[in-house]
């Protein structure tokens, strides 16, 4: 056994987002939002579950942090809830929302935790969605003025800043299939709500700049790493489309690329063009400090003409992990290496890897060896990339503890950190410790 190191100064840290953690919904002048709409909508998540109490982070953030501590984690990346601070999307701010995450950055400060911010991860305001949410193009300006907002409260204490957690995904799967908050199942609507989403990205890192605080900002997309399935010329035609629709789509505006001509053409011959406006281009390519990568899995590509898009998935050869996809962990250095040659060798922060593990507590302990598993070879993957040049700074596991997995309620177990949701418990799980001993080492067994 070989120990991979990691380069001097790497940081190790964990990754959450608001309404998966926080619960107290309607606390301390809380507005809702369209994730509390969804999850109280009948068949939307399963088992009928909602965010209202979550990990109950609001009351334990002390607690869930003094967990951090023990883990030895370096930073730790969190985002905010919008419409606890400003309860109808614009407005009225609201005091005791913006003194929760004074008090939640403090006490990672204390314990020497760097906090890293994401402006958005999914709760929009609910009052913003219903004047047309990110179909709307006046949610950009209020994006900026909540960006400034918090630029301002914080931006004293907090220097890594993250736009959008995941356009993909909220586009696709809140305004498309619809699986999502929103719930929406539209073409033209999605064609706006990307478009609107980059550009609310572009004007936040304008705001970033123009506020005058020191510190980096950038977007974080989600990613797979895609696979041709043989090496014939129409399977890699079919791959390199796969790669337009779902990464270049949200890489190439913000890197002055524009949008990929093949999905520009798709949504143009559906009545759904994207709604460009002059000067709107140059808005979203504001020079970004770091990309965010998450990424989880990958994905073999072969061609087809069945939804006009000219490919589709080819079938799993991996093991299936309970969320569906294959247990790929070659897939993050792959795609860190792609994403390095395709945009200039960005500074990169894997903003979220991790693995669903359903293994239960038994007898106090929670032994889940396909996450450790896994969590090797995608670190062994990450330090390879490394070594063929990637400028990789950061990776930040998700997730801290067990949470609220969307759509699948808290069906799916991501958690280093066991959660009791009926006693809030937590329970380190043998990952803890394990990943406890990579920070540690700064390096990974090989
Ligand atoms: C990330 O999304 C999210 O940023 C994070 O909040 C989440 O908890 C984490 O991954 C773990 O999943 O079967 O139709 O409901 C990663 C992208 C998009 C992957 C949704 C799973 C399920 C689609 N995810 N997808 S569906």
Redesign the pocket.
């Known amino acids: 056994m070989t120990m991979l190191e990691f380069p001097q100064g790497f940081q190790w840290g964990a990754a959450t987002?608001s309404y998966?953690i926080e619960g107290a919904h309607n606390e301390d002048d809380r507005g809702l939002s369209i994730w509390d709409t969804f999850s109280h909508q009948p068949g939307r998540v399963m088992h009928g579950e909602n965010g209202d109490i979550a990990c109950d982070h609001y009351h334990r953030y002390e607690q869930d942090i003094a967990l951090m501590a023990e883990l030895g984690l370096q930073t730790y990346r969190f985002s905010v809830s919008w419409s606890r601070v400003i309860p109808f999307g614009t407005g009225h701010v609201n005091e005791k929302g913006l003194a929760f995450y004074d008090r939640l950055i403090d006490a990672l400060l204390d314990r020497g935790i760097e906090p890293a911010l994401t402006l958005y991860?999914w709760d929009l305001p609910q009052a913003l969605q219903d004047l047309g949410g990110w179909a709307n193009r006046e949610i950009v300006e209020a994006f900026a003025g909540y960006a400034r907002l918090l630029f301002e409260r914080y931006g004293d204490r907090v220097s890594r800043w993250i736009t959008l957690?995941?356009p993909l995904?909220f586009t696709q799967?809140g305004h498309r299939?619809g699986?999502?908050a929103p719930g929406i199942r539209s073409l033209p609507v999605t064609a706006r709500a990307v478009h609107h989403a980059l550009l609310a990205h572009g004007r936040a890192v304008q705001a970033f700049r123009e506020s005058g605080r020191e510190g980096e900002i950038g977007i974080t997309n989600?990613n797979t790493s895609y696979e041709p399935a043989d090496d014939t010329p129409e399977t890699l035609r079919a791959t390199e489309l796969a790669r337009d629709f779902d990464t270049r789509l949200y890489h190439g505006p913000v890197y002055g690329r524009g949008y990929p001509e093949s999905v520009l053409a798709y949504y143009a011959a559906r009545d759904a063009a994207l709604p460009i406006l002059p000067g709107d281009l140059e808005v979203i390519a504001a020079p970004t400090d770091f990309l965010g990568v998450?990424l989880?899995s990958r994905q073999r590509i072969e061609a087809s003409d069945d939804r006009g898009v000219g490919y589709r998935n080819a079938p799993p050869t991996l093991p299936l992990l309970d969320?569906?996809y294959e247990a790929a962990p070659h897939a993050l250095g792959d795609f860190v290496r792609w994403v390095t040659k395709e945009y200039g060798r960005p500074r990169i922060y894997i903003t979220?890897n991790?693995v669903?593990d359903n293994t239960e507590l038994a007898g106090g302990r929670v032994d889940d060896q396909l996450r450790i598993d896994l969590l090797r070879g995608f670190l062994a993957g990450l330090h390879g990339a490394i070594a063929d040049g990637a400028d990789v700074r950061a990776y930040y596991q998700?997730?801290l503890m067990d949470n609220f997995?969307?759509?699948?309620g808290y069906s799916?177990r991501?958690g280093m950190v066991w959660t009791d949701f009926a006693t809030q418990e937590r329970v380190k799980k043998a990952s803890a410790e394990w990943y406890a001993g990579v920070i540690r080492r700064n390096g990974v067994e090989g």
């Open positions: 987002a998966q991860h957690n995941e995904i799967f299939s699986v999502m989600a998450n989880y969320m569906g979220e991790g669903c998700w997730s997995e969307w759509a699948f799916k991501f």
